[in-house]
């Protein structure tokens, strides 16, 4: 009995011997390759959902730092608003209206540092900052200096190419302008109108739409979506701060509790400006990721509403990314001295 099971044991080892050495069935070869199939499938399938996860980190983390660089520039100008100036002069809103980002204009307190190797000029520059009148303004009389423009004794003028900030005493207004070269302002002004120079945040998000804030580069996609400044210390260029900032807004509240630039505002921008009576205000700045990670079509892809301006249409050219808001609030310096 055993020599019989021996031998049937030992023919079919030599039969699947002989099937091997004559290779795999097409049937055996087909299981075979739906199998690597599958799992290739669901190898790959994983992978995809891994890196988009990653892309969608990556981008969140990036839009999150450059958030949070912006927000701190601006903000630590407009806390410091007011110190050496007027209130009046402290800082001015321009409204994007329900189209596009504000603009900021903060009284550049930078003008009254001391030099503490010259004893005549910080002696100067100390009672400049104690000028009750106002430490770091020049008079204006239609588009040029009533005086030298020399705010801070060291005997240039200080209002070459620089943003300003002007005050019309006659009609108790302000208003923001840009001087050319000679130091002088783009459109007339009351005789004996105070006016300060300026730190100037806007954003560039091309010539079409921000033309007094894009710069023309060779490389069109390099100038879009970038948090700009203009002040002296730049030499009046509008130079980069912050890159995938998509909007500014500033909603503010004045001393008789209105507010201007929220959402659905029936006032948006306070007329006349004056910064001495705005008690309060909430800056946000929105960021976005740099690639696209999600559906156009999905609304929460979108740029989102801020401020008074309207959010994105979803399937538009602003949909399909990350986008992360950061609003701070903030009380100016010239309302707590």
Known sequence: ??????????????????????????VELLVAVAITAVV???????????YRSYRSGHSMKTALADNQKAISMIKEDLALAGWSVRPELAFFIVDGNATGPDEIYVNDAGFLEIDMHNATKTTDRLIRMVDSDCAACARYSGTSLVDSGDINGDGNNDFKNVPVIVWEDSSGRSFARNTD???????????????????????????????????????????????????KDTGGDRQPMAEDVVDIQVVYQDDGNNTYGNSGCSTCQMASFDSSKIRRLDLSVVTRSRERTRPIDD????????????????????CGYEYHVFTTTITPYNRIR
Not at 40 to 50: A, E, H, N, Y
Not at 201 to 207: A, I, P, Q, R
Not at 302 to 309: E, F, L, Q, Y
């Open 1 to 26: 009995m055993s020599m019989v099971f021996l031998r049937k044991v030992n023919r079919f080892r030599d039969s699947a011997l002989r099937r091997q050495e004559a290779g795999l069935t097409l």
């Open 40 to 50: 290739m499938t669901l190898s790959i399938g994983i992978f995809i959902s891994q």
């Open 181 to 231: 070269g000679s130091g002088s302002l783009d459109s007339a002004v009351a005789a004996g109108s105070k006016v300060t120079p300026a730190v100037r945040y806007c954003l560039d998000l091309g010539s079409a739409l921000t033309p007094n804030c894009h710069v023309a580069s060779a490389d069109p996609s390099s100038g879009l979506l970038v948090l700009r400044k203009q002040s």
């Open 299 to 318: 609304r929460n892809s979108c740029r989102p509403a801020n401020g008074n301006r309207s959010g994105a249409t979803p399937g538009s050219d602003e």
